[in-house]
């Protein structure tokens, strides 16, 4: 039978450290329940430094649930553009139509009401709960599981559903309860000194800042020198490589997007149009041939690669000037819709993976 570690012996001294050693975040500055959720689902899979540009960017032009609701897709998806894990950004409008006719347009302090709003799981809710209201309700993300399993020294998996579920109990019944009459709040606090430890003293890749750790001397981990196998998490399967070519075309000045299908990856961006395979010159001219493009300039732009979570797209770019085409023929265009540089740049959002042939138009 495991041990189970005592987790409430590190609350008074993770809270002395945050307090002294937190970073200046913007949405720390005014933790309105708003601005908890948006910058908390900004902040999955992607870094504090670039979460915060958006952030500002993102409540400048949506600054309350009401204008989230009734945002126009097409520019949620430019404000969300670059940040990936699309999902995310069409789950907030989801969320905050609902909250707009349920909850007359403000996020609820209830962790179950919480939970049950799209693209919000335990981890949100939580961080919502504690970070907004006060609530002591843990928030445990993969920062959190890798400072706890270290403390424990366990070498419980992280990837299990029933490992986070039994991390979130324990830490539940330790959490610290605020005060009557005090401002400071101490289970948003609590969640928030766990998280950061994690993100930089107790890191994910590369070796722990122990020497920086106000938890070392009950650290079984550190205790034991086995911090480097915690915590423990399965090899992740290879990813499926996808080749592609990507075409920019340009036409009388304008270029060549279309949207990709309203299911699967990237669903209903815009994009460069693109083939599977990665085409030679060659084998370009012949396709060009087969849409009736009589007449153009080629520029060949480069590889680039762009990896998602299951799957790594090659790229090969080629930027096609059209010069004379017979409109009947070209199939393969037809679902094109043709905009300005400028239009391109201001109004459309392009997936990151076709970053690198944007710039180089």
């Given at each position: ?125 939580g961080a919502i709960a504690s970070q907004a ?109 996808e080749k592609k070519t990507v075409f920019v ?104 993976a076709f970053g690198a042939f944007k710039q180089?138009?």
């Open positions: 039978m495991k041990m189970k570690y005592d987790y409430s012996i590190i609350v008074d001294e993770i809270l002395l450290w945050f307090e002294k050693e937190k970073r200046d975040l913007p949405w720390r500055r005014n933790p309105l329940p708003y601005y908890v959720w948006i910058s908390e689902i900004m902040l999955q899979q992607t870094r504090v430094e670039a979460v915060k540009e958006y952030f500002k960017r993102f409540l400048a032009e949506l600054p309350t649930i009401e204008s989230l609701a009734t945002v126009e897709d097409d520019k949620l998806m430019k404000l969300w553009e670059g940040l990936g894990y699309y999902n995310r950004a069409r789950n907030l409008k989801k969320a905050a139509v609902q909250i707009m006719e349920q909850y007359n347009g403000e996020l609820p302090k209830d962790y179950k009401e919480l939970i049950s709003l799209p693209g919000i799981g335990s981890y949100t809710a209201y006060g609530i002591a309700e843990p928030a445990v993300d993969g920062n959190v599981l890798r400072v706890t399993k270290r403390l424990a020294g366990s070498y419980d998996d992280i990837t299990k559903a029933s490992v986070k579920k039994e991390l979130e109990e324990e830490l539940k019944k330790i959490m610290p309860q605020n005060e009557t009459g005090s401002t400071y709040n101490k289970a948003g606090a609590f969640n928030q000194a766990l998280m950061e430890l994690g993100a930089i003293v107790c890191i994910p890749n590369g070796k722990p800042l122990c020497e920086k750790c106000p938890l070392q001397k009950k650290c079984i981990a550190y205790e034991k020198n086995i911090i480097m196998e915690l915590p423990v998490k399965p090899s992740k399967k290879a990813r499926k490589i075309f340009e036409w009388n000045g304008r270029y060549g997007i279309h949207k990709r299908a309203k299911k699967g990856l990237l669903a209903n961006l815009w994009e460069f149009p693109n083939v599977e395979e990665m085409y030679s010159i060659s084998k370009v001219e012949r396709f060009l041939e087969k849409q009736g493009i009589l007449e153009y300039e080629m520029e060949l732009l480069g590889e680039a690669k762009h990896t998602f979570s299951h799957v790594e797209w090659h790229m090969l770019g080629y930027k096609i000037k059209i010069k004379e085409i017979k409109k009947e023929q070209a199939i393969f265009m037809e679902d094109l819709v043709w905009v300005t540089e400028k239009e391109l740049f201001e109004n459309y959002a392009l997936p990151t180089k138009i």
